[in-house]
């Protein structure tokens, strides 16, 4: 969970009796950004951010960008945090991709020169950055409730993965990866590196590409 699905009763309750026992790393995870709605648990995030720093990519391909505030937010900070590279994210609805621009450009200045941000639900948008990379280095799956829309974007990305590769999906045991576990599953391509379930997520999984 993160503060932003609390209720107002559970928002006092965390402020006086469990945030002043957070650290402040904790705390960061958990909140995000005020004024810029995030998804993800805090648990998510932090296995998302440490990910990114982990491997390192010159680019990181998400789809699923919202209001920016949680997966797009924490993997913009990770390329911050390692001074270079950028997260390419995909939004297929305007008023969202619209409200996460100009909240960036506003008030993350900052983080701005790391996040490259698509409007579309097309993953083909993805192809020029492939092509300057050469390779799917890091992905995010996080689009809609679709089992066969998400199979379409693995099978999109499968071609530009390399050893290494790292495949990062939401919402792992609904039926938005069903099809895609199933692949992954059954192929010897790949191995799980990371799975989180309940209580600290609704379904996380990474994948390393051998």
């Given at each position: 969970m993160n503060?932003?699905?609390?209720?107002?009763?559970?928002?006092?309750?965390?402020?006086?009796?469990?945030?002043p026992f957070l650290s402040k790393v904790e705390r960061e995870f958990f909140e995000g950004i005020p004024?810029?709605?995030?998804?993800?648990?805090?648990?998510?995030?932090?296995?998302?951010?440490?990910?990114?720093?982990?491997?390192a990519p010159?680019?990181?391909?998400?789809?699923?960008?919202?209001n920016g505030g949680g997966s797009t937010?924490?993997?913009?900070?990770?390329?911050?945090?390692?001074?270079?590279?950028?997260?390419?994210?995909?939004?297929?609805?305007?008023?969202?991709?619209?409200?996460?621009?100009?909240?960036?450009d506003s008030r993350l200045p900052a983080l701005r020169q790391h996040v490259e941000f698509l409007?579309?639900?097309?993953?083909?948008?993805?192809?020029?950055?492939?092509?300057?990379?050469g390779a799917a280095e890091?992905?995010?799956?996080?689009?809609?409730?679709h089992a066969e829309q998400s199979l379409a974007q693995f099978r999109f990305f499968e071609p530009w993965f390399r050893t290494g590769s790292i495949l990062v999906m939401h919402?792992?045991?609904?039926?938005?990866?069903?099809?895609?576990?199933?692949?992954?599953t059954q192929s010897p391509n790949w191995r799980a590196r990371q799975i989180l379930g309940e209580p600290d997520s609704i379904g996380f999984a990474l994948y390393e590409h051998l």
């Open positions: 503060v932003q699905a609390l209720g107002s009763g559970q928002r006092l309750a965390y402020r006086w009796l469990v945030r004024g810029i709605p995030g998804q993800l648990y805090r648990a998510e995030r932090r296995a998302l951010y440490e990910a990114i720093l982990a491997r010159a680019y990181a391909f998400e789809i699923g960008t919202f937010y924490f993997s913009a900070r990770a390329f911050a945090r390692l001074g270079r590279g950028r997260l390419i994210t995909l939004e297929i609805d305007p008023l969202l991709q619209a409200r996460a621009v100009e909240l960036y409007l579309g639900g097309d993953p083909a948008l993805f192809q020029p950055y492939l092509q300057t990379a890091f992905v995010f799956l996080d689009g809609a409730e919402d792992w045991e609904t039926e938005k990866m069903r099809l895609v576990r199933q692949a992954l």
